[in-house]
């Protein structure tokens, strides 16, 4: 079985620039979530997707994030514009539906440098 | 506050003896999950162990023991025998909510080093 797919593994911007990440989850998951993990610290949820529909999205700042998950599938997550404080890991992760016991999988993120 | 406390930023153990890692959490709902991740240094969150609020024996998954005692709000993860590969942070995480709107808090971790 695939696992959660994400791309690009790196990237480096400038500040204000934008900036897009990718995210495949397994096949038949229904619920996908996007998290932010800054340098020593535990990843924080940004974002749950429920097939198309968003179940949370309270820590989304969405002045300048934005995530879609079109046909309940596929999801990207945009930064715009980006700041020096959005330098991160953003790990993407699915589940299926209704969860068992919540066990997430994770995939390898996206290191995000904003210079 | 913090809903998942991690107070061991890094820990030390030689290769083949046991390690606990200590996790402290804060809820007030009678019904919850708690879990231990693995992130090696190439970034990827790794699945360890899952202990319910309601499960009465502590969970086992091969060399990796949950230490669960509900009245100190407490989930220390123990690995036994470890090995260099165990090197690693280790995120402690609660589960909130019902049905489909359940997530995750993790905690800050802690970073794992095995000395042979």
């Known amino acids: 079985e695939a696992g959660v797919a994400q791309s690009p593994r790196y990237k480096i911007i400038e500040k204000r620039q934008s900036v897009a990440f990718w995210c495949n989850p397994i096949s038949g998951h229904a619920t996908l979530y996007w998290y932010q993990q800054i340098l020593g610290q535990g990843p924080k949820l940004l974002i749950q997707?429920?097939?198309?529909?968003?179940?949370?999205d309270s820590q989304l700042p969405k002045d300048r994030f934005s995530a879609e998950r079109l046909k309940g599938v596929d999801s990207t997550l945009k930064i715009q514009p980006a700041k020096l404080e959005d330098s991160a890991v953003y790990l993407c992760a699915s589940s299926p539906t209704p969860p068992t016991v919540s066990e997430q999988y994770f995939g390898p993120g996206t290191r995000l440098t904003v210079t | 506050a913090q809903k998942i406390t991690q107070t061991q930023p890094g820990m030390f153990v030689q290769e083949k003896e046991a390690v606990t890692l200590d996790c402290t959490y804060d809820?007030?709902?009678?019904?919850?999950?708690l879990f231990w991740y693995k992130q090696p240094s190439s970034g990827e969150m790794i699945f360890l162990i899952y202990?319910?609020?309601?499960?009465?024996q502590n969970a086992t998954e091969g060399r990796y023991s949950l230490n669960f005692q509900k009245a100190r709000k407490s989930a220390n993860l123990v690995i036994s025998a470890s090995q260099l590969g165990d090197s690693a942070m280790y995120f402690c995480a609660m589960r909130e909510g019902e049905g489909g709107s359940e997530k995750l808090v993790f905690g800050k971790g802690t970073k794992l080093t095995v000395n042979p």
């Open positions: 202990q319910g609020s309601y499960d009465q």
């Open positions: 997707f429920q097939n198309n529909g968003v179940v949370d």
């Open positions: 809820t007030s709902d009678p019904s919850y999950g």
